[in-house]
């Protein structure tokens, strides 16, 4: 569902450009509204939430679909942690669907599905290993890190069961935005993978803004 | 029910009620059998090496890497490292779920009519997350330690939007589908309901368990060919045994 945000990047209280292959590991705050905003076109942004007072409550891809009866993320959608609470709600998405049933790439799972010699690529996974690691403050590992969204990412599944990586169908100046229901910890790897059509196979910035209640 | 034939091609056998949980590890090169005894079975599952128990089952890259969404025979179940727990061999059903997760201690009590332990013994009523939580907990894992599970015997389908259809009666007494393991693993079972089946009644379903050896995996074999991703997969496998796994 395409939803246009009446918010104005110039009275954001936060922004970022976060390069492909970097990470983002901020807090948002209750009431807060976060932007994820797509500034070239085609990249995948692959994205976790963790309550910030206790991470083991953190986002959960299968109860978040099957709460709302349906496998596509978009404007309308609320977010289902794992011990069943909202966490956020996607409050405007210019984009229409987002993936949460493809995970992440990681240098394992590319020696699957590309080449054995792939494996030292940079992946979404090593960037979330790196920031678990730098920042401690937050009390992660590897066990917090679990099935993500894909913002900007198009995988269709179809009534036979399959399931495809289509060419994305964002573009430059697509986005999506969402408030906080709880204190929440995000965690974005901007997508480095070179293999597939998610990021156009031309990884590009994203920028991330956050407005105040 | 618990027979041990040490010396067959069939180990051992034993049965599951339904509402229930257990767990095993299986060692490379066995198949484990599970059945629909009465039919509208649900096995939830998770796999973990027993190893290294951060590495554990991987829904999403089970399916992106089979281009599936559904799991039946000719599919491999994938760790997050790469590697393969083990192999669909045969499937009498043609579709088991990997999406729709695991029934809450919530949803059990908003949906049934929940009888303690006090109240009604071992017939008492269980969510799959009290199940997990109960069998991680043994191998020193919890929540954190949680991803999306297999719901085997369940289907849920989706339309061309992509909304999410719980199929009821897809599983009729005597199903089975066999895993066969391509590395140690933990696994764990329960018996609990699908979280999406619309029965007013908690589901109790039934299930048996066999153990057999396994044939080795021929070069030929149906799982390694079903797709170039799997032949890829059992090469992590091969080199993960040549250098010992993490010993």
Request: charge should be negative; aromatic fraction near 8%; proline fraction near 4%.
């Given at each position: 569902?395409?939803?246009?945000?009446?918010?104005?990047?110039?009275?954001?209280?936060?922004?970022?450009?976060?390069?492909?292959?970097?990470?983002?590991?901020?807090?948002?705050?209750?009431?807060?509204?976060?932007?994820?905003?797509?500034?070239?076109?085609?990249?995948?942004?692959?994205?976790?939430?963790?309550?910030?007072?206790?991470?083991?409550?953190?986002?959960?891809?299968?109860?978040?679909?099957?709460?709302?009866?349906?496998?596509?993320?978009?404007?309308?959608?609320?977010?289902?942690?794992?011990?069943?609470?909202?966490?956020?709600?996607?409050?405007?998405?210019?984009?229409?669907?987002?993936?949460?049933?493809?995970?992440?790439c990681a240098g394992e799972s590319n020696t699957i599905r590309y080449a054995l010699e792939r494996k030292c690529m940079h992946s979404c996974r090593d960037s979330w290993m790196l920031a678990v690691s730098q920042r401690e403050e937050f009390g992660m590992s590897k066990r917090d890190i679990t099935h993500n969204i894909n913002f900007f990412m198009n995988v269709p599944v179809t009534p036979e069961g399959g399931l495809t990586f289509e060419d994305g169908i964002s573009d430059a100046g697509k986005y999506v935005e969402l408030t906080a229901c709880m204190d929440v910890i995000v965690l974005i790897s901007n997508c480095p993978q070179l293999n597939n059509p998610c990021n156009a196979y031309n990884p590009t910035p994203i920028e991330v803004l956050i407005w105040d209640e | 029910?618990?027979?041990?034939?040490?010396?067959?091609?069939?180990?051992?056998?034993?049965?599951?009620?339904?509402?229930?949980?257990?767990?095993?590890?299986?060692?490379?090169?066995?198949?484990?059998?599970?059945?629909?005894?009465?039919?509208?079975?649900?096995?939830?599952?998770?796999?973990?090496?027993?190893?290294?128990?951060?590495?554990?089952?991987?829904?999403?890259?089970?399916?992106?890497?089979?281009?599936?969404?559904?799991?039946?025979?000719?599919?491999?179940?994938?760790?997050?490292?790469?590697?393969?727990?083990?192999?669909?061999?045969?499937?009498?059903?043609?579709?088991?779920?990997?999406?729709?997760?695991?029934?809450?201690?919530?949803?059990?009590?908003?949906?049934?009519?929940?009888?303690s332990y006090q109240e009604a013994r071992n017939d008492w009523t269980l969510s799959g997350e009290h199940c997990f939580r109960v069998e991680l907990a043994k191998y020193g894992l919890g929540p954190r330690d949680f991803a999306a599970n297999l719901n085997l015997f369940s289907k849920v389908a989706t339309d061309e939007a992509g909304n999410m259809r719980f199929v009821s009666d897809h599983s009729p007494a005597g199903a089975t589908v066999d895993l066969r393991f391509e590395m140690d693993t933990l696994v764990i079972i329960h018996t609990c309901p699908h979280p999406m089946n619309p029965a007013v009644d908690?589901?109790?379903?039934?299930?048996?368990?066999?153990?057999?050896?396994?044939?080795?995996?021929?070069?030929?074999?149906?799982?390694?060919?079903?797709?170039?991703?799997?032949?890829?997969?059992?090469?992590?496998?091969?080199?993960?045994h040549l250098t010992g796994g993490y010993q």
């Open positions: 569902m395409i939803v246009a945000s009446n918010l104005s990047a110039e009275q954001a209280s936060y922004r970022k450009v976060v390069p492909a292959g970097d990470y983002w590991m901020e807090p948002l705050k209750q009431g807060q509204t976060l932007r994820i905003l797509d500034l070239e076109g085609n990249q995948a942004a692959d994205t976790l939430f963790f309550s910030l007072a206790d991470p083991t409550e953190r986002y959960s891809a299968m109860d978040t679909i099957r709460e709302q009866g349906n496998i596509y993320l978009t404007a309308g959608t609320t977010l289902v942690s794992n011990f069943g609470n909202p966490l956020l709600n996607i409050v405007a998405d210019t984009c229409g669907r987002h993936d949460t049933l493809g995970g992440a | 029910m618990a027979e041990i034939f040490p010396d067959d091609e069939m180990m051992y056998e034993d049965r599951i009620e339904g509402g229930a949980h257990w767990s095993l590890v299986m060692r490379r090169g066995t198949v484990l059998r599970l059945t629909d005894l009465e039919g509208g079975a649900n096995v939830g599952m998770l796999f973990y090496n027993p190893q290294e128990k951060l590495e554990r089952y991987n829904a999403p890259d089970t399916l992106k890497g089979q281009h599936t969404f559904k799991l039946t025979r000719g599919h491999c179940l994938y760790s997050d490292m790469g590697r393969i727990f083990c192999s669909i061999i045969a499937d009498s059903l043609g579709w088991h779920d990997s999406v729709g997760g695991n029934l809450s201690d919530r949803k059990l009590q908003e949906k049934y009519a929940v009888q908690y589901p109790r379903c039934p299930i048996s368990y066999q153990i057999r050896k396994a044939e080795p995996v021929a070069d030929d074999d149906l799982c390694m060919n079903s797709r170039p991703e799997n032949k890829r997969g059992f090469q992590n496998n091969a080199i993960y």
